[in-house]
């Protein structure tokens, strides 16, 4: 039975279309078979090209393959080498989409964008020093540099909220500003600990903060994955709420929403996912914004579609542009963040323009 998933809006106040458990499921299956297609179609690219036909028989049988001209065993290259940087691309991608679909209905800003509170700039100090002071150690899959991005990040996160936070609320300006301070503030440090180091050091810092996505191993995958799925699940189950506060804090609070505590909620959801993201592939910007905007645009508004479909669109979009970073002038590879500026840029435009014609209108 095709029942609608939706509540009733009072007069004056209008939800996004009705939608049914029916095409919700349709549209997630498909999402996730075209995320599929395309990683599968990716493990064909690098500075070695594997035909499609080659590659499938390796993911259905890993030690059916022969040798390649380099010496190295197809298999080990998609096994080894561009299965487990796709699945780091594809977790990043979902992560800084569903975080930007959620930031974008909590501050009410079709601009937002993963690294608006500063989280970012909290993760790259924690590189920067790591980096700085040569620490080489791991544990459980995770090197040095990306634990201590992650840790300066949930750091990051308790500064910015303790300064927002007043009588238990969080208001949406505070938080912006707060947010704005403490990125410079940040930015500033990280520029201090730059001139300091040595060239090498430097240019590892500076290639970081372009984005990149260095493999963690199936280990350290294994631990993202379950916390990108916690945090992306967590986000989901908000989804009637985030249409709630789309429509602003005061009628949310009319329709009995306990707004502060979902703002806390989202708040510290989307700070950890940012944070963990930072801090296995560096800065890669622009994600966050252009693939909400491109969903929304096709799927619609409502955020219990909206954000499971953009998470998968965002893992599938940084999954390609991954795949044209290391094959487009291969054997040399290009940041990730490259990539997506020079898609998220013009779109950025677009959209500026875009709101100052209605501004004025």
């Not at 949930?154 to 927002?164: D, E, L, S």
């Not at 979009?317 to 990539?339: C, H, K, N």
């Amino acid at each position: 039975m095709d029942v609608p998933i939706r509540a009733e809006a009072p007069a004056g106040m209008t939800f996004p279309p009705a939608l049914t458990a029916r095409r919700q499921g349709r549209a997630i299956v498909m999402l996730i078979a075209v995320a599929l297609i395309g990683i599968v179609l990716c493990l064909q690219y690098g500075t070695e090209r594997i035909p499609l036909p080659e590659v499938v028989r390796i993911l259905l049988d890993p030690g059916a393959a022969a040798e390649s001209a380099s010496g190295v065993s197809p298999a080990v290259i998609v096994w080894e080498v561009r299965l487990p940087r796709l699945l780091l691309a594809f977790l990043v991608g979902a992560s800084l989409a569903a975080v930007g679909v959620a930031l974008q209905a909590l501050l009410r800003n079709p601009l937002a964008d993963p690294y608006i509170l500063g989280i970012s700039s909290g993760a790259a100090l924690g590189a920067a020093l790591a980096l700085q002071f040569g620490f080489t150690w791991a544990i459980g899959g995770f090197t040095a540099v990306q634990l201590c991005a992650f840790l300066f990040a949930v750091v990051t996160i308790g500064a910015i909220y303790r300064i927002a936070i007043a009588d238990g609320r969080i208001p949406v300006q505070t938080l912006l500003l707060a947010g704005v301070i403490i990125n410079a503030i940040l930015s500033a440090l990280i520029l201090f600990i730059t001139s300091l180091s040595d060239s090498t050091s430097a240019f590892r810092l500076f290639f970081w903060l372009m984005g990149s996505l260095a493999t963690l191993g199936y280990a350290g995958l294994g631990a993202l994955a379950v916390t990108v799925l916690i945090g992306i699940g967590m986000l989901c189950t908000q989804g009637r709420n985030l249409n709630l506060l789309s429509l602003g804090e005061d009628p949310a609070q009319g329709l009995g929403l306990d707004v502060e505590r979902v703002k806390r909620m989202i708040f510290v959801t989307t700070a950890l996912l940012t944070g963990v993201a930072v801090a296995v592939s560096g800065l890669i910007g622009f994600i966050g914004m252009i693939v909400p905007h491109a969903v929304r645009m096709v799927l619609g508004p409502d955020h219990r579609l909206l954000l499971p479909a953009s998470a998968l669109v965002g893992g599938a979009f940084l999954a390609v542009a991954d795949t044209v970073a290391r094959s487009l002038w291969a054997p040399m590879e290009l940041p990730v963040g490259v990539i997506t500026a020079l898609c998220g840029g013009p779109f950025f435009i677009y959209l500026l323009m875009s709101h100052r014609k209605e501004a004025i209108g």
